[in-house]
Structures are given as C-alpha cells and as structure tokens.
C-alpha cells in the first residue's frame, strides 16, 4: 500500500484537563484506561485492540462504526517517551485496508494550574483524495475531547 500522490500538511490541538499531568499522562498511556476514550464507547466495533506503551512499542486499534460500514486501523510505534510529560510516535491510518496517511505526533501534558494543557502536534503526508487535514483535526480534537471527558470522569463516547 503506497500513498500515490500526497499531500503534507499538519495541525496543533490544545486542551486544558482537570488532572494532574500523572493523571493525563496515565490515561493516554494505560491500556485499559486508553481503550475507553479512545475507542469510541458504544459507537464503535472493536476488532483489535493492544498497546505496548515503551520505545519501539506499538499500539493497534481497528473498527468500525457500530452500525456497520468502512473498517479504520491505526497503527502506531512509539519513538521518545518522557513520562508525565511527553510522548513521540508515528503512526498510519487505514480505511478498508488502504493507506489514507502517515504521521508524526508529539504529545504534550503540561502543568496548567490545578489542571493539564495537553498539546497534541500532528504532521502527516496524506494521500490525495483520500484524507484531509481537517478531517484528521477534527477527529483528533474529539478525541482529545474524549480524554478529558475521561480524567474529569464524565461519560464518554457523547
């Protein structure tokens, strides 16, 4: 699977959560904590899950909307790790087993106050036609919207 005709672009997404940066920090990272916000909730059919969360692990999700319809892997390594303070990783997604990007991420949890300014930095290569980078923003914005329902112990999938 090969990007054929591609596009770079990137974004940056900031969200102040009410957690310690430990907190955060553990939700993103911990994989039964992550498989909650980051999957969806009901919305979605999980057909594989698993995170190794240290350098050179990686982490697989692949779904698809409840009611049926496009089936979506990610699939990411993590490259820097800096406990409570920062994550590297790249990761491609897929739709229906075709490559729509590949990217690289730097995540942030910062001391903000009493809370955490999580900053989620994203550059990608995505392949024309098949990919924006609005689309990527806005379901990357959800789900960091998804992580701090999590920490603030609020329902989520909503």
């Not at 698993?50 to 892997?73: I, K, M, N, Q």
């Not at 800096?82 to 990217?103: F, K, Q, W």
């Amino acid at each position: 699977m090969s990007l054929q005709t591609v596009i770079f672009d990137g974004f940056q997404i900031e969200r102040t959560v009410a957690a310690s940066p430990a907190e955060a920090f553990h939700a993103y990272t911990d994989r039964a904590a992550k498989a909650v916000w980051f999957d969806g909730g009901d919305a979605w059919e999980i057909f594989e899950r698993s995170l190794d969360f240290r350098p050179g692990g990686t982490e697989v999700s692949v779904s698809r909307a409840a009611g049926g319809g496009d089936r979506y892997g990610y699939f990411a390594r993590f490259h820097d790790i800096a406990p409570n303070e920062r994550i590297v990783m790249s990761y491609d997604m897929e739709m229906n087993g075709e490559r729509l990007s590949t990217s690289l991420v730097v995540v942030e949890f910062q001391a903000a106050g009493a809370g955490t300014r999580v900053v989620y930095s994203e550059a990608a290569v995505f392949a024309k036609g098949k990919d924006t980078v609005e689309s990527r923003k806005d379901g990357c914005a959800w789900l960091l919207d998804q992580l701090a329902k999590y920490v603030e112990g609020a329902k989520v999938g909503a």
